[in-house]
Structures are given as structure tokens and as C-alpha cells.
């Protein structure tokens, strides 16, 4: 029998470089992968901007009312889910109550100034007796009311002069409201699931902050990771008491 001949693999030249690795790289890994993590937080910062302000006022809201929710947690078994439901829907109560009591209040001011203005276009109305005895402006104001409402259809021969001038205007802005406001009620319920999942899931989270921060700044993580969270609970603490 003829002996089985071991072939070994032709090693080729390089074209460029050595043919074995350095044993030292120009950029330490750990200092790449630093500035890698950098990088990939400022591209989510540009491409996700959008979303920024709301992530961070629901992790604002759940650093300032962590204390109560673990009383929360407590009191419901340890059950993340059941207790992350409830704070959010106490959260919505403390927020839709009163924009319901102040929606309620601005919407009779408006049917009572409708009401007013109805009766003033049909009727016509005097100068109310507070604004003729202004000091300085009473008289030109009372000449002006006269001129504009003291008469009756004044309110429509102004609203038509006004409306036909800056129909566009009026219809833009009209556009631009109702967009703000539609984008203030998306920020809002983004604002109200990103709070959800910051309770439910708020310690795991920061335990990966916790990581990713200790190898970015492995000797001042620590300080920070202390004294960033006790600053905004503090800060909204004592703003929410003032506003009180």
C-alpha cells in the first residue's frame, strides 16, 4: 500500500500587508467600541427625534413617581403589568380631568360669547359702561364700539371685512392648529406607552443602562448613574409643589 501523501494548503503571497496580524492595533477595541456606541446613540438621536421629547418626559415622570410605584408594585403582588396599568391610568386621570374641567369651561365661555354676539348683530348693543370710562381711551373706544356694534349687523359687516380680506390667512392658520393640535395628542399617547413600558420593564432597563454607561464611563458611571435620577425626582418634586 502506498502511503497516503498529507497535502498542505499552498499559502498564497498578499497583495497587500503582512501575511500574519499585527500583535498591537492602532485603536484600542475597547476605545472603538466607545466611540462605535457613541455613534449609534447620536444616529438615533438624528433619525428618531421626533420621539425624543416624548421618551424623555415619560422617563422624567417615572424618575419623579418610582417611589410610589414600587409602593404600587407592592400592594398588586409584585405584578409588573397589573401595576404599570394602573399608574398609567391614574396618570391619565390626573391629566384628563382637569383638561376635561378646563375643555368644559372654555366651551360654555364660547357658547355664551356666540350667544352675545348672536344677539348683538340682530339687536345691536351700547358700549358697556367699563369700557367708556377707561381714563385716557374711553372716549376713542366708545366711538369705535358705536361705529362697529351699536348698530344692528355690525358684527357681520366686520367679521365679513375682516374674513374677506384674509380668507387665506384665517384658513391656514385654521390647518396649523388643527395639526398641532393632532401632533400634541400623537406626542401624548407615544408619551403615555413609552411611560407604560418604563414601569413595567424600568429596573431591566436600567441595569442595561447601567452596563452600557459603566464601558463607556467605566469611573464616573457610578456618581452619575446616582446623582442624575435624584436630581430630576427632586426638580419635579419641587416644581409640581409649586405649581400647587
Known sequence: ????????????????????????????PLSAARWLLVLIVAAGVYFFHGFLFPVLAALV????????????????????????????LFILTFLVVPIALAGTYAINEV????????????????????????????????????????????????????????????YRGVLAAGGSAFGLLLTLLFMMIALFFAYRDGEHFAGQVDRLGERIL????????????AT????????????I
Open 1 to 28: 500500500m502506498k502511503e497516503a501523501k498529507i497535502q498542505k494548503p499552498e499559502r498564497h503571497q498578499r497583495l497587500f500587508g503582512l501575511s500574519t496580524p499585527l500583535r498591537a492595533a492602532v485603536i484600542p
Open 61 to 88: 415622570i417615572a424618575f419623579a413617581s418610582w417611589p410610589l410605584y414600587r409602593r404600587l408594585l407592592a400592594g398588586v403582588g409584585g405584578n409588573r403589568t397589573i401595576a404599570a396599568t394602573l399608574a398609567i
Open 111 to 170: 357658547r355664551e360669547w356666540v350667544g352675545w354676539a348672536i344677539e348683538t348683530n340682530r339687536h345691536g348693543a351700547p358700549t358697556p359702561h367699563w369700557i367708556a370710562t377707561l381714563p385716557v381711551v374711553g372716549e376713542w373706544l366708545n366711538e369705535q364700539w358705536t361705529r362697529n356694534f351699536g348698530h344692528p349687523g355690525g358684527i357681520g359687516e366686520l367679521i365679513q371685512l375682516i374674513s374677506g380680506a384674509n380668507i387665506g390667512s384665517i
Open 218 to 229: 467605566p469611573t464616573r458611571w457610578e456618581r452619575i448613574s446616582r446623582v442624575v435620577p
Open 232 to 243: 430630576i425626582s427632586s426638580t419635579v418634586t419641587g416644581m409640581t409643589v409649586i405649581a
